[in-house]
């Protein structure tokens, strides 16, 4: 069952506006990569298939929600692709922030708190490794890039 929601919803503890039954729902993601879904229906369901739209979908890391980016008609069917919503934190940037000393759990928070909006997501850790970061003018997307790479190399030199 695919739910959809309009493009500011924040609770998806209800169906939303509409519940889907594409013709294809393919979810595909990679590590530390891209994750989205491809979807295809029929014609008569185009309204609910705009971009900026978000779309809550079971999949086997249980139900994840995906914001709709291109949706095309190709042989009177609806074609989109969804990215997950991860991907909307590439929209917070941090302006300058220094994380010193700080595990990983506390970097993300302390980063999210540094975004020059109110971040809408939640992060959680279980990475003890202590390790700092000055983070300028970057996304909160890229800062949790380099905090996974840093933290990683900083618990493999834990473990020598």
């Not at 997950?84 to 506390?106: A, Q």
């Not at 490794?129 to 949790?144: D, G, L």
Request: aromatic share 10%; net charge positive.
């Amino acid at each position: 069952m695919i739910s959809v929601y309009p493009s500011n919803e924040k609770l998806f503890a209800d169906n939303g506006i509409k519940i889907l039954k594409p013709l294809k729902a393919l979810v595909r993601k990679e590590d530390n990569g891209d994750y989205y879904i491809d979807l295809k229906d029929t014609i008569e369901n185009l309204e609910y298939y705009q971009a900026g739209m978000i779309i809550r979908v079971p999949t086997i890391w249980g139900k994840q929600c995906f914001r709709l980016t291109n949706p095309n008609i190709e042989n009177k069917k609806v074609v989109a692709r969804g990215n997950h919503v991860y991907f909307d934190t590439r929209n917070y940037i941090i302006k300058d922030s220094y994380v010193v000393e700080k595990n990983c759990n506390d970097a993300l928070d302390h980063l999210k708190i540094a975004c020059d909006k109110p971040l809408p997501f939640s992060t959680l850790s279980d990475v003890p490794t202590i390790a700092s970061f000055r983070c300028v003018r970057k996304s909160y997307e890229e800062a949790v890039a380099t905090i996974i790479e840093r933290w990683r190399r900083a618990s493999s030199k834990e473990q020598l």
